[in-house]
Each structure stands twice: as C-alpha cells, then as structure tokens.
C-alpha cells in the first residue's frame, strides 16, 4: 500500500515498532482502505530479542541479521531475563492506542512469535533454508534446547498475557518455520513447549490462534496443542484439513501468490477455499501466509468484496 | 567425501556432467566406501536447459542462475526442440559407463527433473522462496503454462526412456519445489503433465520412482500419478502415508539433518523411520532429500550399517 511505503520511507521497521504511535498508524491503515474484520498490531516477532540482550537488524532484502547468535547452553544461561511489562512497553502501548482507535468496531490481534520459530532465528543467526544450525543444536544439546524452550515460553506468555490486558481481543502464535521438522522432532522437541505457551495464554480468557506453515504431514499431531484457532497454509487440503481438526476453529489456507494473478483466478482460487471451509461454523477466512510485496491493492479489494459477499449468502 | 572434493577443486558441477568418465567415476564414489544398494547417475536436473537454448551456469553459494529465463508465451515458442540421445549423449554415455562398471552388483537409478521444478527453474531464473513468478505465469498464461508443460514432457519423457535403453535399472523424476503448490494448483496446473511423464515412461518396463517434497498436505493427490515408487521428505508420518500410499512402494522419510548430530540421535530417528514403515514390504530406506553439507562420512557409514541389520532382522 502507498500510504505503508510512505511511512516505510521515513522509518525502519524497528523504529516503526518502537514508537507507539506509528506502530497504532501502520496496524490500523488496511483498515482505512479495505472493509477488514479485524487489525493485527504492527510488529516483529524479533521484538523480545532485544530485551533479552540480542543485538539484531534488518538488512535490505536478506531479512534480520542477529549479530551475537546462541551457539552453546552457556549463551542460553546468559540469556538476560526481562520483564515485558517494561521491556515491551512500547508494544503494549501500541496496542492499547489501537484499540483506543478501533473504538470496539472490529477486535484487535496481539501476536508473538513461537518457541520454536524464535529460537530458529537466535540460533540460526538470521533466516535459513535447512536449519542445519537448530537441528544440531537440538540434537546435540537437548537440556540446552528444552531450557532455551522454557525461558521462551515463559517470557513470550508473559508478553502475550499482557497484550490482552492491553485490549487485545485474541492474539495469533506465529511458528512460521515450524514446518522444517518431521512430525518426531515436532513431538519430542517443541510441542511440549508450544503447548504450555498457548495452555498458559488461554487462562487468559482470549481465543488463541496457532499460525504453522508446512505441517500438513502432521496435522493431527499439531492440533493437540492448545490452540482455539488454527491458521493453516494453502499447502493442505482444507476440506480434509477441517475434518482433522474438527474441535478446532481454523483459518486460513489462500496462497497469497494467488492475489497476484488476474482477478478472475483470484476469485476462483478463493471460492475454492470457501467451498474447501464448508458450511459448518468455525473458519475464518485468511491468507496462507503474509501477503507479497508487488500484491495489487484492486486484488485485495476485490478478494475482501468476495468473502463478505459469501458470509452474507 | 574428501575424493568427491577432489574432483570438484579440479571441475565444476557442469564439468563433471558434461565429462561421462568424470560423471561415471563421481558416481560410483560413494559405492567405493559404502556398501550402498544402488547408485544414481550424477547430473544436474538443469542440463536440459541447455539443450533448449537457456544459458545458465552455477554461481558459488547461490545455485544455478538462468540469464534469458521465460517471461512470456513468445518465450515459450521459442524454445528449441531436441534430441536427447544427441544433445544429452554425454549423460546417456556416463549411465552406460557407470553400468558396465557396475556390473551388475547393484542397480543404477537414472533421474530428470519433473516438468514443475524444471519450468520453476525456467520461470524464476534460479532458486526462489516463493516461486512467485511461477505462480503468476500459470496464473496470468495457462496456455503458454501448458504449453511450456508439454513441451518439458515430451523432451523429458524421451530423455528417461533413454537413459533406461542405456542401462538405468530405474529411474527418478524430481519433483523437488513440487511443495509450493496447493491442491488446486497441483491438480490443475501440474498433475495431468506430471502423469503424462510418469506413465509414458512407465511403458519403457523399468521401475519409476517419483520424488517431491513438503507435499504432506495432499499425498492422496499425489499417488494419483502413475509413479511406481513415491519418495518422501521428512515432514510426513511415515505409518500415515505408507497406509494413504498402500498401493505403492514407498521410500524417503530420514530428515537429512539428522546426519549432523551424534550418532545416537541418528540411529534413534533411523530407527523411528523404519518403525513407521512397518513390516509391510515396499518400503525402501532413503533420505527424505539430498544429504546437507558438513555431513559426517562416519555418520553415513553407522547409518548403512543399522539399515542392512535391520533388513537381515
């Protein structure tokens, strides 16, 4: 969008994330421009990093850089431990901005990032195609990975708690990279972790969203994690998807690469995924992912158009 | 190996291929020191590139670059039509070197590239994320998509014949960014190509093995293709697919990363891997893709060992 470029030219993303005010502006512009039934707040789920005493930055086209990567459990009991009251303040500040401005009309999301996709990226030193670095670690110094695990899971429910004290209505688990492990690995090294975050951020009260891609080998293990709502990828086949989970709301599952070809291909790809969803209740239409650089925004105009025309029907 | 490093101080990747004593010699190394029980000819899924006109050449620590890659049907049109048996003599002369050296110990596995990964290939210029261009030229150009699919069956489908006529005992076709799709997309835009190869080359009698992965999500669609064999990655439960794949013979499932760890680890997951395959016969033990950079040579040989006593058992 114009208007996100705009801002985007001014501010790095690290300085839009940290100053509340622009953070509240970022979240609530597609809500300006498309008639959308909910704002997600405007972050990174590097954030805690920071307060954890990890030095990191965006790099043009290359994604984050962290500059002081975990390479032994010696690294892992030097992690600072911090408060995300104070340290995440401007996170929470942006959020209670949002909703301010909202002003109830649709809900406002928090999110964070997943144990597993954050510590991939404080291991890994940046992104990674095979994630040779977190397997090694997990493989070679389990005691070392299952405390990193916990320190995360503790400071991210802390953080995720807090934005729905803030005003946050549900908040949304990403584990983006999840999807690089067997179904094993997942069982034996991470669900254990990613259960106890999203069972401790339900006490809560606010509907929690687990956000996976690549996981359609494994499914059925991933829905017994805890989560009210899962967010699938267009990788899977949403009808049989839903009967998996079928004690799970589920959202999701358009390829965001569909919203860059003609109209018409769009329309259709997305009716598919509504014809996919199915009549029962419990889907919430969504992007497989995060939408593309390049996207055109008479794409997304139109798709929006199409999916409240089909809740209405 | 240190003796496959060797060989690539002196030559390139295209060297060696285009070499068959190179090729053949490159092939039989790891027979030299793992008591293996098959070989696969060494080439590059992008040699037919060339053959149709594209210029392309490996830079380090990217992989391939394609200078004139396909933007449009007038591309496609373009291409220049060939004979395998001419213009890829070099490969078919390695499969006979590497079968009469053989002689008969084990099989020699020939292999292309499926017509999706190698048109990814033509379409993106190189490796790509979100093979975005890919999606909006099938998207934006289904005909001249379809077009650039038959004409990759056609070559493709007299290249394996070929290789079979000069001694391959099998062969795989490599589907390897097969994964980026959705259901949809793979039924509409790939799988009538995918099957048109799998069964023409069927016909030639030698076994056809067809990989792919982070295709989980839709391994029901994925059997519906003519394949004798199916090669799976990792990120699927192997019990699950053997029992969606029942009419198959099945191979793969061994993260590649698991070679990186200690050798406990390794064999633990191998033996999880052959836990999930069951007593049924059909399955074949492999990796669930290319082994990673950095891999132990003492892990490969624990990893053979367990295999073959595991077969005796």
Same mark, same amino acid.
């Given at each position: 969008?114009?208007? *996100?470029?705009?801002?985007?030219?001014?501010?790095?993303?690290?300085?839009?994330?940290?100053?509340?005010?622009? !953070?509240?502006?970022?979240?609530?512009?597609?809500?300006?421009?498309? $008639?959308?039934? !909910?704002?997600?707040?405007?972050?990174?789920?590097?954030? @805690?990093?920071?307060?954890?005493?990890?030095?990191?930055?965006?790099?043009?086209?290359?994604?984050?850089?962290?500059? #002081? /990567?975990?390479?032994?459990?010696? $690294?892992?009991?030097?992690?600072?431990?911090?408060?995300?009251?104070?340290?995440?303040? *401007?996170?929470?500040?942006?959020?209670?901005?949002?909703?301010?401005?909202? #002003?109830?009309? &649709?809900?406002?999301?928090?999110?964070?990032?997943? /144990?597993?996709?954050?510590?991939? *990226?404080?291991?890994?030193?940046?992104? %990674?195609?095979?994630?040779?670095?977190?397997?090694?670690?997990? *493989?070679? %110094?389990? %005691?070392?990975?299952?405390?990193?695990?916990?320190?995360?899971?503790?400071?991210?429910?802390?953080?995720?708690?807090?934005?729905?004290?803030?005003?946050?209505?549900?908040?949304?688990?990403?584990?983006?990279?999840?999807?690089?492990?067997?179904?094993?690995?997942?069982?034996?090294?991470?669900?254990?972790?990613?259960?106890?975050?999203?069972?401790?951020?339900?006490?809560?009260?606010?509907?929690?969203?687990?956000?996976?891609?690549?996981?359609?080998?494994?499914?059925?293990?991933?829905? #017994?994690?805890? +989560?009210?709502?899962?967010?699938? =990828?267009?990788?899977? $086949?949403?009808?049989?998807?839903?009967?998996?989970?079928?004690?799970? +709301?589920?959202?999701?599952?358009?390829?965001?690469?569909?919203?860059?070809? @003609?109209?018409?291909?769009?329309?259709?790809?997305?009716?598919?995924?509504?014809?996919?969803?199915?009549?029962?209740?419990?889907?919430?239409?969504?992007?497989?992912?995060?939408?593309?650089? =390049?996207? /055109? &925004?008479? #794409?997304?105009?139109?798709?929006? =158009?199409?999916?409240?025309?089909?809740?209405?029907?």
């Amino acid at each position: 969008m114009p208007e *996100y470029r705009a801002v985007r030219e001014k501010h790095t993303i690290l300085e839009i994330c940290s100053h509340p005010e622009l !953070a509240c502006q970022v979240t609530l512009q597609p809500l300006r421009r498309f $008639d959308l039934d !909910a704002a997600i707040i405007f972050a990174d789920l590097l954030l @805690p990093l920071k307060a954890m005493g990890m030095d990191f930055d965006f790099r043009q086209g290359e994604g984050p850089v962290i500059f #002081n /990567p975990i390479a032994s459990d010696h $690294d892992v009991k030097r992690l600072r431990r911090f408060d995300p009251l104070e340290e995440l303040a *401007y996170v929470l500040e942006a959020v209670r901005l949002a909703v301010r401005e909202l #002003n109830g009309r &649709v809900p406002l999301i928090g999110f964070a990032g997943a /144990p597993f996709t954050i510590a991939s *990226y404080m291991i890994e030193g940046g992104s %990674s195609r095979n994630f040779q670095r977190t397997k090694m670690f997990m *493989y070679q %110094s389990p %005691s070392a990975w299952h405390r990193l695990m916990d320190f995360l899971v503790q400071h991210l429910a802390l953080f995720l708690k807090a934005q729905i004290d803030a005003g946050a209505s549900a908040v949304q688990v990403f584990d983006s990279w999840l999807g690089t492990l067997g179904p094993e690995d997942f069982r034996v090294f991470v669900q254990p972790h990613s259960c106890a975050l999203l069972r401790e951020v339900s006490v809560a009260g606010a509907p929690v969203i687990h956000f996976a891609t690549g996981i359609g080998g494994y499914l059925e293990e991933f829905s #017994n994690c805890g +989560a009210d709502v899962i967010s699938l =990828d267009w990788r899977v $086949d949403l009808a049989r998807a839903r009967r998996i989970l079928r004690n799970h +709301a589920v959202q999701g599952n358009l390829d965001p690469a569909s919203l860059l070809g @003609p109209v018409q291909v769009l329309l259709l790809q997305a009716q598919k995924v509504l014809q996919g969803a199915g009549s029962e209740p419990g889907y919430i239409f969504n992007l497989g992912h995060g939408i593309l650089p =390049d996207t /055109p &925004v008479e #794409n997304v105009q139109a798709l929006v =158009d199409l999916v409240h025309r089909s809740s209405v029907e």
